[in-house]
Protein backbone atom coordinates (compact mmCIF):
# COMPACT_ATOMS: atom_id res chain seq x y z
CA UNK A 1 0.00 0.00 0.00
CA UNK A 2 1.01 3.31 -0.84
CA UNK A 3 1.68 6.03 1.93
CA UNK A 4 0.65 9.77 0.82
CA UNK A 5 1.92 12.50 2.27
CA UNK A 6 -0.45 14.24 4.41
CA UNK A 7 1.16 18.15 3.59
CA UNK A 8 -1.45 18.81 1.01
CA UNK A 9 -4.98 17.38 2.45
CA UNK A 10 -6.94 19.82 2.67
CA UNK A 11 -11.36 18.88 3.81
CA UNK A 12 -13.97 21.03 2.54
CA UNK A 13 -17.71 21.05 3.63
CA UNK A 14 -20.65 21.94 0.47
CA UNK A 15 -24.13 21.37 0.29
CA UNK A 16 -24.89 17.72 -0.28
CA UNK A 17 -27.12 16.66 -3.65
CA UNK A 18 -26.78 13.43 -4.92
CA UNK A 19 -25.83 10.70 -2.62
CA UNK A 20 -22.49 8.27 -2.73
CA UNK A 21 -19.14 8.45 -2.16
CA UNK A 22 -16.34 8.74 -4.84
CA UNK A 23 -12.35 8.73 -4.89
CA UNK A 24 -10.73 10.19 -7.81
CA UNK A 25 -8.71 12.69 -9.59
CA UNK A 26 -9.99 15.93 -10.00
CA UNK A 27 -10.81 17.98 -13.30
CA UNK A 28 -10.89 21.36 -13.20
CA UNK A 29 -12.95 22.88 -16.05
CA UNK A 30 -13.35 26.74 -16.71
CA UNK A 31 -17.00 27.80 -16.66
CA UNK A 32 -16.29 31.35 -14.91
CA UNK A 33 -14.48 34.41 -15.64
CA UNK A 34 -11.02 34.67 -17.09
CA UNK A 35 -9.03 35.33 -14.14
CA UNK A 36 -5.71 34.62 -14.78
CA UNK A 37 -4.29 38.37 -17.09
CA UNK A 38 -0.45 38.37 -17.77
CA UNK A 39 0.24 42.36 -17.68
CA UNK A 40 3.45 43.65 -19.10
CA UNK A 41 4.91 46.18 -20.93
CA UNK A 42 5.76 46.22 -24.07
CA UNK A 43 8.52 48.38 -26.54
CA UNK A 44 7.75 50.41 -29.61
CA UNK A 45 8.50 47.63 -32.19
CA UNK A 46 5.98 45.50 -30.42
CA UNK A 47 3.03 48.16 -30.54
CA UNK A 48 2.27 47.18 -34.46
CA UNK A 49 2.05 43.67 -33.39
CA UNK A 50 0.19 43.94 -30.19
CA UNK A 51 -2.47 46.15 -31.86
CA UNK A 52 -2.83 43.15 -34.89
CA UNK A 53 -3.54 40.67 -31.90
CA UNK A 54 -6.33 42.92 -30.02
CA UNK A 55 -7.99 43.39 -33.56
CA UNK A 56 -8.02 39.43 -34.20
CA UNK A 57 -9.46 38.75 -31.01
CA UNK A 58 -12.12 41.63 -32.05
CA UNK A 59 -12.75 40.04 -35.23
CA UNK A 60 -12.51 36.41 -33.46
CA UNK A 61 -15.00 37.60 -31.07
CA UNK A 62 -17.20 39.86 -33.43
CA UNK A 63 -17.54 36.03 -35.75
CA UNK A 64 -18.23 34.18 -32.47
CA UNK A 65 -21.50 36.81 -31.65
CA UNK A 66 -23.07 36.16 -34.83
CA UNK A 67 -22.71 32.46 -34.84
CA UNK A 68 -24.49 32.60 -31.42
CA UNK A 69 -27.16 34.78 -32.64
CA UNK A 70 -28.03 32.47 -35.66
CA UNK A 71 -28.42 29.74 -33.11
CA UNK A 72 -30.98 31.71 -31.23
CA UNK A 73 -34.00 29.39 -31.65
CA UNK A 74 -37.20 31.36 -33.23
CA UNK A 75 -39.43 31.48 -30.24
CA UNK A 76 -36.79 33.26 -28.21
CA UNK A 77 -35.56 35.26 -31.22
CA UNK A 78 -36.87 38.76 -29.92
CA UNK A 79 -34.40 38.62 -27.09
CA UNK A 80 -31.77 38.50 -29.93
CA UNK A 81 -31.31 42.40 -29.91
CA UNK A 82 -28.94 41.29 -26.69
CA UNK A 83 -26.65 40.08 -29.07
CA UNK A 84 -26.50 42.85 -31.13
CA UNK A 85 -25.91 45.24 -28.44
CA UNK A 86 -22.84 43.07 -27.64
CA UNK A 87 -21.93 43.49 -31.85
CA UNK A 88 -22.30 47.44 -31.11
CA UNK A 89 -20.31 47.11 -27.78
CA UNK A 90 -17.41 45.66 -29.78
CA UNK A 91 -17.28 48.32 -32.00
CA UNK A 92 -17.35 51.10 -30.28
CA UNK A 93 -14.60 53.49 -29.22
CA UNK A 94 -14.75 53.64 -25.80
CA UNK A 95 -14.06 49.99 -25.85
CA UNK A 96 -11.85 49.41 -28.54
CA UNK A 97 -10.64 52.63 -29.58
CA UNK A 98 -9.56 53.34 -26.48
CA UNK A 99 -7.69 49.92 -25.87
CA UNK A 100 -5.74 50.71 -29.23
CA UNK A 101 -4.43 53.90 -27.72
CA UNK A 102 -3.63 52.63 -24.54
CA UNK A 103 -1.37 50.02 -26.29
CA UNK A 104 0.10 52.70 -28.26
CA UNK A 105 0.14 55.08 -25.62
CA UNK A 106 0.41 53.20 -22.96
CA UNK A 107 2.65 50.34 -24.34
CA UNK A 108 1.39 47.73 -22.76
CA UNK A 109 0.00 44.62 -23.57
CA UNK A 110 -3.67 44.39 -25.04
CA UNK A 111 -5.19 42.35 -22.18
CA UNK A 112 -3.90 45.07 -19.75
CA UNK A 113 -5.03 47.69 -21.41
CA UNK A 114 -8.77 46.34 -22.56
CA UNK A 115 -8.85 45.72 -18.95
CA UNK A 116 -7.95 49.39 -18.33
CA UNK A 117 -10.39 50.62 -20.81
CA UNK A 118 -13.32 48.05 -19.44
CA UNK A 119 -12.74 49.48 -15.44
CA UNK A 120 -13.00 53.15 -16.77
CA UNK A 121 -16.71 52.37 -18.41
CA UNK A 122 -17.20 50.99 -15.43
CA UNK A 123 -16.44 54.09 -13.81
CA UNK A 124 -18.62 56.14 -15.95
CA UNK A 125 -21.35 53.53 -15.97
CA UNK A 126 -21.71 53.85 -12.36
CA UNK A 127 -22.59 57.48 -12.07
CA UNK A 128 -25.57 57.02 -14.73
CA UNK A 129 -28.62 57.49 -12.69
CA UNK A 130 -30.63 55.22 -14.82
CA UNK A 131 -30.48 51.88 -13.32
CA UNK A 132 -31.38 49.80 -16.85
CA UNK A 133 -28.34 51.67 -18.25
CA UNK A 134 -25.95 51.25 -15.52
CA UNK A 135 -26.48 47.91 -15.45
CA UNK A 136 -25.90 47.58 -19.17
CA UNK A 137 -22.72 47.80 -17.81
CA UNK A 138 -22.62 43.44 -17.58
CA UNK A 139 -23.01 43.34 -21.33
CA UNK A 140 -19.86 45.32 -21.53
CA UNK A 141 -18.57 43.08 -19.11
CA UNK A 142 -19.35 40.11 -21.43
CA UNK A 143 -18.12 41.58 -24.38
CA UNK A 144 -14.91 41.96 -22.67
CA UNK A 145 -14.61 38.66 -21.39
CA UNK A 146 -15.12 37.10 -24.70
CA UNK A 147 -12.06 39.46 -26.44
CA UNK A 148 -9.88 38.19 -23.17
CA UNK A 149 -10.93 34.74 -24.05
CA UNK A 150 -9.55 35.06 -27.93
CA UNK A 151 -6.71 37.03 -26.68
CA UNK A 152 -5.51 34.65 -24.58
CA UNK A 153 -6.68 31.43 -27.32
CA UNK A 154 -8.62 30.07 -24.68
CA UNK A 155 -11.97 28.15 -25.54
CA UNK A 156 -14.42 26.60 -23.39
CA UNK A 157 -14.24 23.22 -22.73
CA UNK A 158 -16.50 20.78 -24.07
CA UNK A 159 -17.64 18.28 -20.76
CA UNK A 160 -18.49 15.92 -23.44
CA UNK A 161 -14.86 15.19 -24.94
CA UNK A 162 -13.82 13.75 -20.95
CA UNK A 163 -12.40 10.52 -21.55
CA UNK A 164 -10.85 9.98 -18.02
CA UNK A 165 -12.67 8.31 -15.29
CA UNK A 166 -12.64 11.86 -12.95
CA UNK A 167 -14.48 13.98 -10.44
CA UNK A 168 -15.54 17.38 -12.03
CA UNK A 169 -14.48 20.51 -10.18
CA UNK A 170 -16.00 23.99 -11.32
CA UNK A 171 -16.89 26.98 -10.35
CA UNK A 172 -20.37 26.39 -12.17
CA UNK A 173 -22.24 23.96 -13.86
CA UNK A 174 -25.30 24.97 -15.81
CA UNK A 175 -28.50 22.14 -16.10
CA UNK A 176 -27.42 22.15 -19.90
CA UNK A 177 -23.77 21.49 -18.64
CA UNK A 178 -24.69 18.49 -17.24
CA UNK A 179 -26.34 16.98 -20.13
CA UNK A 180 -23.40 16.64 -21.89
CA UNK A 181 -21.42 15.07 -19.23
CA UNK A 182 -20.51 11.45 -20.29
CA UNK A 183 -21.20 9.42 -16.82
CA UNK A 184 -19.73 6.31 -18.13
CA UNK A 185 -16.60 8.93 -17.86
CA UNK A 186 -17.28 11.19 -14.84
CA UNK A 187 -17.82 9.61 -11.27
CA UNK A 188 -19.25 12.75 -10.11
CA UNK A 189 -19.13 16.94 -9.38
CA UNK A 190 -18.11 19.26 -7.39
CA UNK A 191 -18.94 23.09 -7.84
CA UNK A 192 -18.33 26.70 -6.02
CA UNK A 193 -21.55 27.69 -6.36
CA UNK A 194 -25.49 26.31 -6.02
CA UNK A 195 -28.03 24.82 -3.66
CA UNK A 196 -30.08 22.31 -3.02
CA UNK A 197 -32.87 22.00 -5.14
CA UNK A 198 -30.79 24.15 -7.86
CA UNK A 199 -31.23 21.92 -11.65
CA UNK A 200 -27.83 21.03 -12.19
CA UNK A 201 -28.73 19.04 -8.62
CA UNK A 202 -31.46 17.73 -9.26
CA UNK A 203 -29.45 16.13 -12.86
CA UNK A 204 -27.47 14.97 -11.10
CA UNK A 205 -29.81 12.94 -9.15
CA UNK A 206 -31.54 11.76 -12.17
CA UNK A 207 -28.06 10.52 -13.22
CA UNK A 208 -27.25 8.85 -10.22
CA UNK A 209 -23.85 10.52 -9.69
CA UNK A 210 -22.82 12.00 -6.36
CA UNK A 211 -22.72 15.78 -6.11
CA UNK A 212 -21.59 18.17 -4.12
CA UNK A 213 -22.46 22.40 -4.56
CA UNK A 214 -22.09 25.29 -2.81
CA UNK A 215 -18.10 24.79 -1.95
CA UNK A 216 -17.49 28.43 -2.06
CA UNK A 217 -13.67 28.02 -3.10
CA UNK A 218 -13.39 24.36 -4.28
CA UNK A 219 -11.84 25.68 -7.51
CA UNK A 220 -9.52 28.17 -5.25
CA UNK A 221 -8.02 24.89 -3.02
CA UNK A 222 -8.27 22.00 -5.73
CA UNK A 223 -5.77 22.16 -8.27
CA UNK A 224 -6.49 19.89 -11.59
CA UNK A 225 -5.49 15.90 -10.54
CA UNK A 226 -5.36 16.56 -6.94
CA UNK A 227 -6.94 13.09 -5.53
CA UNK A 228 -10.29 13.15 -4.23
CA UNK A 229 -12.99 12.07 -1.81
CA UNK A 230 -16.67 13.50 -2.25
CA UNK A 231 -19.48 12.13 0.04
CA UNK A 232 -22.23 13.44 -1.90
CA UNK A 233 -24.63 12.37 0.92
CA UNK A 234 -22.94 14.94 3.57
CA UNK A 235 -21.19 17.14 1.39
CA UNK A 236 -17.52 16.55 2.92
CA UNK A 237 -14.87 16.99 0.09
CA UNK A 238 -11.25 16.21 1.00
CA UNK A 239 -8.56 16.77 -1.15
CA UNK A 240 -5.01 14.89 -1.08
CA UNK A 241 -6.96 12.22 1.48
CA UNK A 242 -4.83 9.58 3.03
CA UNK A 243 -4.96 5.85 2.46
CA UNK A 244 -6.88 6.02 6.23
CA UNK A 245 -9.29 8.28 4.74
CA UNK A 246 -9.65 6.36 1.76
CA UNK A 247 -9.98 2.84 3.57
CA UNK A 248 -12.83 4.44 6.31
CA UNK A 249 -14.63 6.31 3.08
CA UNK A 250 -15.31 3.09 0.88
CA UNK A 251 -16.28 1.33 4.01
CA UNK A 252 -18.66 3.97 4.49
CA UNK A 253 -19.94 3.73 0.92
CA UNK A 254 -20.07 -0.48 1.14
CA UNK A 255 -22.26 -0.36 4.22
CA UNK A 256 -24.48 2.36 3.13
CA UNK A 257 -25.16 0.07 -0.59
CA UNK A 258 -25.58 -2.97 1.54
CA UNK A 259 -28.32 -1.03 3.26
CA UNK A 260 -29.43 0.01 0.48
CA UNK A 261 -29.98 -3.71 -1.44
CA UNK A 262 -31.54 -4.75 1.97
CA UNK A 263 -34.43 -2.10 1.88
CA UNK A 264 -34.68 -2.39 -2.25
CA UNK A 265 -37.34 -5.38 -1.94
CA UNK A 266 -39.86 -3.02 -0.54
CA UNK A 267 -39.78 -0.86 -3.41
CA UNK A 268 -42.53 -3.37 -5.06
CA UNK A 269 -44.58 -3.04 -1.89
CA UNK A 270 -47.24 -0.61 -1.90
CA UNK A 271 -46.46 2.95 -0.02
CA UNK A 272 -48.80 1.63 3.17
CA UNK A 273 -48.99 2.89 6.59
CA UNK A 274 -49.31 0.41 9.80
CA UNK A 275 -52.73 1.60 10.04
CA UNK A 276 -54.00 1.35 6.26
CA UNK A 277 -53.35 4.58 4.78
CA UNK A 278 -52.40 4.45 1.27
CA UNK A 279 -50.24 6.97 -0.77
CA UNK A 280 -49.38 7.22 -3.78
CA UNK A 281 -45.42 7.35 -4.49
CA UNK A 282 -44.60 8.25 -8.03
CA UNK A 283 -41.19 9.41 -9.84
CA UNK A 284 -39.60 12.37 -11.16
CA UNK A 285 -37.90 12.40 -14.81
CA UNK A 286 -35.57 14.62 -16.53
CA UNK A 287 -35.14 11.76 -19.68
CA UNK A 288 -37.13 9.22 -21.08
CA UNK A 289 -34.11 7.19 -20.49
CA UNK A 290 -34.75 7.31 -16.53
CA UNK A 291 -37.88 5.53 -17.28
CA UNK A 292 -36.59 2.02 -17.05
CA UNK A 293 -34.92 3.08 -13.13
CA UNK A 294 -38.60 4.22 -12.16
CA UNK A 295 -40.14 1.11 -12.72
CA UNK A 296 -37.34 -1.06 -11.33
CA UNK A 297 -37.79 1.58 -8.39
CA UNK A 298 -41.34 0.73 -7.75
CA UNK A 299 -43.16 3.78 -8.80
CA UNK A 300 -46.40 3.76 -9.31
CA UNK A 301 -46.31 6.63 -12.71
CA UNK A 302 -44.58 9.50 -13.27
CA UNK A 303 -45.73 12.40 -10.96
CA UNK A 304 -43.90 15.24 -13.15
CA UNK A 305 -42.18 14.59 -15.99
CA UNK A 306 -39.59 17.57 -16.79
CA UNK A 307 -40.07 18.22 -20.06
CA UNK A 308 -37.34 21.06 -20.66
CA UNK A 309 -33.98 18.85 -20.84
CA UNK A 310 -35.05 17.80 -24.27
CA UNK A 311 -34.87 21.64 -25.01
CA UNK A 312 -31.43 21.86 -23.21
CA UNK A 313 -29.47 18.75 -24.44
CA UNK A 314 -29.68 19.98 -28.54
CA UNK A 315 -28.59 22.98 -30.21
CA UNK A 316 -31.98 23.40 -31.68
CA UNK A 317 -35.09 23.23 -30.88
CA UNK A 318 -36.82 19.53 -30.77
CA UNK A 319 -39.31 19.15 -33.71
CA UNK A 320 -43.13 18.30 -32.06
CA UNK A 321 -42.46 15.01 -34.07
CA UNK A 322 -39.46 13.87 -31.65
CA UNK A 323 -41.56 15.52 -28.62
CA UNK A 324 -44.59 13.11 -30.05
CA UNK A 325 -41.90 9.81 -29.81
CA UNK A 326 -40.18 10.37 -26.84
CA UNK A 327 -43.60 11.58 -24.74
CA UNK A 328 -45.35 8.35 -26.58
CA UNK A 329 -42.55 6.13 -25.35
CA UNK A 330 -42.68 7.31 -21.56
CA UNK A 331 -46.56 6.87 -22.48
CA UNK A 332 -46.68 3.15 -23.40
CA UNK A 333 -43.34 2.12 -21.11
CA UNK A 334 -45.72 3.44 -17.70
CA UNK A 335 -48.81 2.40 -19.41
CA UNK A 336 -51.46 1.52 -17.52
CA UNK A 337 -49.61 3.64 -14.70
CA UNK A 338 -50.32 7.82 -15.06
CA UNK A 339 -47.49 9.93 -16.61
CA UNK A 340 -47.64 13.96 -15.70
CA UNK A 341 -46.18 16.06 -18.97
CA UNK A 342 -45.06 19.58 -17.59
CA UNK A 343 -45.35 21.95 -20.05
CA UNK A 344 -41.76 23.67 -20.69
CA UNK A 345 -40.58 25.49 -17.23
CA UNK A 346 -37.42 26.68 -19.20
CA UNK A 347 -36.28 29.80 -17.72
CA UNK A 348 -34.74 30.37 -14.08
CA UNK A 349 -31.60 28.69 -13.43
CA UNK A 350 -32.84 26.15 -17.29
CA UNK A 351 -30.88 27.90 -19.84
CA UNK A 352 -29.04 26.15 -22.04
CA UNK A 353 -24.76 27.89 -21.67
CA UNK A 354 -25.06 27.68 -25.60
CA UNK A 355 -28.20 29.61 -25.68
CA UNK A 356 -27.43 33.07 -24.87
CA UNK A 357 -30.86 35.03 -24.13
CA UNK A 358 -31.82 38.27 -22.44
CA UNK A 359 -29.59 38.47 -19.57
CA UNK A 360 -32.65 39.22 -17.33
CA UNK A 361 -31.37 40.85 -13.65
CA UNK A 362 -33.97 37.98 -11.65
CA UNK A 363 -34.23 35.28 -14.37
CA UNK A 364 -36.35 33.40 -11.44
CA UNK A 365 -39.01 36.12 -11.79
CA UNK A 366 -38.47 36.81 -15.43
CA UNK A 367 -40.18 35.95 -18.42
CA UNK A 368 -39.91 31.69 -17.43
CA UNK A 369 -42.39 28.00 -17.91
CA UNK A 370 -45.98 29.46 -18.49
CA UNK A 371 -45.38 33.08 -19.22
CA UNK A 372 -42.69 32.43 -22.21
CA UNK A 373 -45.42 29.68 -23.34
CA UNK A 374 -48.06 32.33 -23.43
CA UNK A 375 -46.16 34.81 -25.23
CA UNK A 376 -44.95 32.73 -27.81
CA UNK A 377 -47.70 30.26 -28.81
CA UNK A 378 -45.78 28.36 -31.61
CA UNK A 379 -43.51 27.05 -28.95
CA UNK A 380 -46.41 26.30 -27.04
CA UNK A 381 -48.46 24.94 -29.82
CA UNK A 382 -45.75 22.34 -30.68
CA UNK A 383 -45.27 20.66 -27.26
CA UNK A 384 -49.43 20.60 -26.80
CA UNK A 385 -50.04 19.05 -29.80
CA UNK A 386 -47.32 16.50 -28.94
CA UNK A 387 -48.56 15.77 -25.76
CA UNK A 388 -52.23 15.51 -27.01
CA UNK A 389 -51.07 12.97 -29.58
CA UNK A 390 -48.82 10.93 -27.29
CA UNK A 391 -52.09 10.98 -25.33
CA UNK A 392 -54.02 7.49 -26.89
CA UNK A 393 -50.80 5.91 -26.30
CA UNK A 394 -50.93 5.78 -22.20
CA UNK A 395 -52.45 7.40 -19.03
CA UNK A 396 -51.64 10.80 -20.20
CA UNK A 397 -52.22 13.69 -17.77
CA UNK A 398 -51.25 17.68 -18.29
CA UNK A 399 -49.56 20.31 -16.33
CA UNK A 400 -48.73 23.83 -16.44
CA UNK A 401 -45.80 25.09 -14.42
CA UNK A 402 -45.76 28.37 -12.09
CA UNK A 403 -49.31 29.62 -12.26
CA UNK A 404 -49.39 32.50 -10.40
CA UNK A 405 -52.84 33.49 -10.72
CA UNK A 406 -56.08 32.39 -12.59
CA UNK A 407 -55.99 34.20 -16.11
CA UNK A 408 -53.26 32.18 -16.89
CA UNK A 409 -54.82 29.08 -16.48
CA UNK A 410 -57.75 30.59 -18.71
CA UNK A 411 -55.78 31.62 -21.29
CA UNK A 412 -53.27 28.11 -21.66
CA UNK A 413 -56.67 26.26 -21.35
CA UNK A 414 -57.85 28.05 -24.00
CA UNK A 415 -54.76 27.12 -26.12
CA UNK A 416 -55.21 23.58 -25.09
CA UNK A 417 -59.03 23.73 -26.56
CA UNK A 418 -58.09 25.59 -30.23
CA UNK A 419 -55.49 22.90 -30.54
CA UNK A 420 -57.73 19.91 -29.36
CA UNK A 421 -59.49 21.57 -32.40
CA UNK A 422 -57.22 21.22 -34.97
CA UNK A 423 -56.22 17.98 -34.38
CA UNK A 424 -60.12 16.86 -34.62
CA UNK A 425 -60.31 18.52 -37.74
CA UNK A 426 -57.05 16.45 -38.89
CA UNK A 427 -58.81 13.56 -37.73
CA UNK A 428 -55.29 12.65 -34.88
CA UNK A 429 -56.95 11.13 -31.95
CA UNK A 430 -56.15 12.33 -28.69
CA UNK A 431 -57.64 11.72 -25.33
CA UNK A 432 -60.63 14.25 -25.51
CA UNK A 433 -60.76 14.13 -21.48
CA UNK A 434 -57.11 14.47 -20.54
CA UNK A 435 -56.73 15.37 -17.18
CA UNK A 436 -55.11 18.99 -16.98
CA UNK A 437 -53.07 20.12 -13.64
CA UNK A 438 -51.19 22.96 -12.60
CA UNK A 439 -48.21 23.71 -10.20
CA UNK A 440 -48.85 25.29 -6.65
CA UNK A 441 -45.61 26.96 -6.68
CA UNK A 442 -46.00 30.73 -6.55
CA UNK A 443 -47.52 32.07 -2.90
CA UNK A 444 -50.30 33.69 -4.90
CA UNK A 445 -51.26 30.48 -6.26
CA UNK A 446 -51.73 29.07 -2.29
CA UNK A 447 -53.53 31.77 -1.53
CA UNK A 448 -56.13 31.62 -4.15
CA UNK A 449 -55.79 27.89 -4.05
CA UNK A 450 -59.60 27.30 -3.74
CA UNK A 451 -60.65 29.93 -7.16
CA UNK A 452 -57.90 27.65 -8.90
CA UNK A 453 -59.83 24.41 -7.54
CA UNK A 454 -62.19 25.37 -9.91
CA UNK A 455 -60.25 25.31 -13.17
CA UNK A 456 -58.22 21.81 -12.90
CA UNK A 457 -58.29 18.37 -12.47
CA UNK A 458 -55.28 18.32 -9.93
CA UNK A 459 -53.03 20.28 -8.43
CA UNK A 460 -49.08 19.37 -7.45
CA UNK A 461 -47.26 21.71 -5.08
CA UNK A 462 -43.46 22.48 -6.15
CA UNK A 463 -41.94 23.12 -2.98
CA UNK A 464 -38.21 24.15 -4.27
CA UNK A 465 -39.95 26.87 -6.17
CA UNK A 466 -41.85 27.62 -3.31
CA UNK A 467 -39.67 28.08 -0.67
CA UNK A 468 -37.44 30.25 -2.95
CA UNK A 469 -40.33 32.31 -3.71
CA UNK A 470 -42.14 32.37 -0.05
CA UNK A 471 -39.02 32.82 1.80
CA UNK A 472 -37.75 34.93 -1.17
CA UNK A 473 -34.08 33.12 -1.49
CA UNK A 474 -32.36 32.23 -5.14
CA UNK A 475 -32.67 28.57 -4.94
CA UNK A 476 -29.45 28.27 -7.04
CA UNK A 477 -27.38 30.81 -4.66
CA UNK A 478 -25.28 29.20 -1.99
CA UNK A 479 -24.80 32.03 0.27
CA UNK A 480 -28.63 31.70 1.05
CA UNK A 481 -28.79 27.99 1.11
CA UNK A 482 -29.46 27.99 4.90
CA UNK A 483 -32.32 29.31 4.51
CA UNK A 484 -33.87 26.61 2.13
CA UNK A 485 -35.87 25.80 5.08
CA UNK A 486 -38.85 23.22 4.01
CA UNK A 487 -39.82 23.13 7.71
CA UNK A 488 -40.61 27.02 8.50
CA UNK A 489 -43.84 27.16 9.92
CA UNK A 490 -45.07 29.30 6.78
CA UNK A 491 -44.08 26.78 4.33
CA UNK A 492 -45.62 23.53 6.38
CA UNK A 493 -48.98 26.24 6.70
CA UNK A 494 -49.18 27.05 2.81
CA UNK A 495 -48.87 23.20 1.89
CA UNK A 496 -51.37 22.46 4.27
CA UNK A 497 -54.00 25.63 2.69
CA UNK A 498 -53.34 23.40 -0.36
CA UNK A 499 -54.40 20.29 0.69
CA UNK A 500 -57.62 21.57 2.48
CA UNK A 501 -58.63 23.39 -0.71
CA UNK A 502 -57.89 20.41 -3.04
CA UNK A 503 -59.90 18.11 -0.38
CA UNK A 504 -62.87 20.49 0.09
CA UNK A 505 -63.14 20.83 -3.85
CA UNK A 506 -62.49 16.90 -4.45
CA UNK A 507 -59.64 17.04 -6.71
CA UNK A 508 -55.88 15.23 -6.14
CA UNK A 509 -53.32 17.15 -4.75
CA UNK A 510 -49.61 15.29 -4.84
CA UNK A 511 -45.85 17.59 -3.73
CA UNK A 512 -43.05 16.77 -5.97
CA UNK A 513 -40.75 19.19 -4.46
CA UNK A 514 -37.70 18.14 -3.47
CA UNK A 515 -39.06 17.89 0.06
CA UNK A 516 -40.92 14.77 -0.88
CA UNK A 517 -37.34 12.46 -1.21
CA UNK A 518 -36.79 13.73 2.04
CA UNK A 519 -36.69 10.75 5.34
CA UNK A 520 -37.33 13.25 7.32
CA UNK A 521 -40.31 15.68 5.64
CA UNK A 522 -42.19 12.26 5.21
CA UNK A 523 -44.05 12.15 8.10
CA UNK A 524 -45.48 15.69 8.12
CA UNK A 525 -46.10 14.78 4.44
CA UNK A 526 -48.55 11.87 5.46
CA UNK A 527 -49.68 14.40 8.45
CA UNK A 528 -50.83 16.46 5.91
CA UNK A 529 -53.20 14.04 4.16
CA UNK A 530 -51.00 14.60 0.88
CA UNK A 531 -52.79 11.99 -1.81
CA UNK A 532 -49.25 11.31 -3.76
CA UNK A 533 -45.62 12.25 -3.65
CA UNK A 534 -43.23 12.09 -6.54
CA UNK A 535 -39.85 12.24 -6.28
CA UNK A 536 -36.69 11.08 -7.17
CA UNK A 537 -36.66 7.03 -8.29
CA UNK A 538 -33.60 6.13 -6.02
CA UNK A 539 -35.48 7.39 -2.88
CA UNK A 540 -38.25 5.45 -2.95
CA UNK A 541 -37.69 2.24 -1.36
CA UNK A 542 -36.00 4.63 1.70
CA UNK A 543 -39.54 6.99 1.46
CA UNK A 544 -41.41 3.82 1.01
CA UNK A 545 -39.58 2.12 4.38
CA UNK A 546 -40.57 5.42 6.22
CA UNK A 547 -44.55 5.56 4.96
CA UNK A 548 -44.60 1.23 6.05
CA UNK A 549 -43.01 1.92 9.07
CA UNK A 550 -45.50 5.13 10.20
CA UNK A 551 -49.49 4.96 11.67
CA UNK A 552 -51.16 7.86 10.09
CA UNK A 553 -52.85 8.60 13.08
CA UNK A 554 -49.33 9.21 14.83
CA UNK A 555 -48.23 11.22 11.56
CA UNK A 556 -51.56 13.42 12.05
CA UNK A 557 -50.29 13.87 15.75
CA UNK A 558 -47.08 14.82 15.23
CA UNK A 559 -47.65 17.21 12.16
CA UNK A 560 -50.52 18.75 15.16
CA UNK A 561 -47.70 19.33 17.58
CA UNK A 562 -44.43 20.26 14.99
CA UNK A 563 -47.91 23.36 13.98
CA UNK A 564 -47.52 24.82 17.25
CA UNK A 565 -43.58 25.24 17.04
CA UNK A 566 -42.20 28.51 15.55
CA UNK A 567 -39.48 28.02 13.53
CA UNK A 568 -37.94 25.90 11.17
CA UNK A 569 -34.77 24.73 13.44
CA UNK A 570 -37.61 23.31 15.72
CA UNK A 571 -39.67 21.47 13.48
CA UNK A 572 -36.53 19.51 12.31
CA UNK A 573 -35.00 19.06 16.13
CA UNK A 574 -38.54 17.46 16.97
CA UNK A 575 -38.95 15.63 13.99
CA UNK A 576 -35.65 13.97 13.93
CA UNK A 577 -36.19 13.13 17.67
CA UNK A 578 -38.98 11.43 16.73
CA UNK A 579 -38.13 9.18 13.61
CA UNK A 580 -34.34 7.62 15.59
CA UNK A 581 -36.98 6.91 18.36
CA UNK A 582 -39.73 5.07 15.43
CA UNK A 583 -37.10 3.90 12.63
CA UNK A 584 -33.32 3.75 14.71
CA UNK A 585 -31.99 1.33 11.79
CA UNK A 586 -32.21 4.41 9.44
CA UNK A 587 -30.62 6.64 12.23
CA UNK A 588 -27.90 3.89 12.77
CA UNK A 589 -27.80 3.58 8.74
CA UNK A 590 -27.03 7.60 8.48
CA UNK A 591 -30.09 7.90 6.24
CA UNK A 592 -31.10 11.04 8.50
CA UNK A 593 -29.16 14.17 9.38
CA UNK A 594 -26.80 14.44 12.48
C1 LIG B 1 -40.54 22.62 -7.80
O1 LIG B 1 -40.41 23.81 -8.04
O2 LIG B 1 -40.69 22.17 -6.64
C2 LIG B 1 -40.54 21.63 -8.88
C3 LIG B 1 -40.84 20.37 -8.65
O3 LIG B 1 -40.19 22.02 -10.12
P1 LIG B 1 -38.69 22.42 -10.56
O4 LIG B 1 -37.76 21.88 -9.50
O5 LIG B 1 -38.48 21.78 -11.88
O6 LIG B 1 -38.73 23.89 -10.61
MG1 LIG C 1 -40.62 24.65 -10.01
Not at 243 to 258: M, S, T
Not at 428 to 440: A, K, Q, R, S, T
Request: charged share 25%; hydrophobic share 40%; proline share 4%.
Amino acid sequence: MTVRSNESKDTMQGIPVSPGIIVGKAHLVDRSRVKILYQYLIDEKQVAGEVERFENAIRATDEQIKILKNRVPEHVKEHSFILDSHLMILKDSMLRDSTIRRIEEEKINAEWALKKSFHEIRKIFAQIDDEYISNRIQDVENVSERILRNLSGEMVESLAEIRERVIIVAHDLSPADTTELNISKVMGFITDVGGQTSHTAIMAQALEIPAVVGLESATARIADRDLLIVDGSTGEVIINPDDADIIHYQEKELQHEKYKSSIARISHLPAETPDGYRIAIKANIEFLEEVAAVRDHGAEGIGLYRTEFLYLRSKVLPTEEELFNDYKEVAEIMNPDPVTIRTLDLGGDKFASHIEIANEMNPAMGLRAIRLCLKEPGLFRTQLRAILRASTFGHVQLMFPMISGVQEVIEAKEILTRIKGELDSEEILYDENIPVGVMIEIPSAVTISDLLTKHVDFFSIGTNDLIQYALAIDRVNEHVAYMYQPFHPAILRMIRQVVLEGKKAGIKVSLCGEMAGDPLCIPILLGLGLDELSLNARSIPLVKTIVRAIPLEQARYDFEQVLQLNTAMEVRDYLLKRMKKMIPELGEKGFFPT
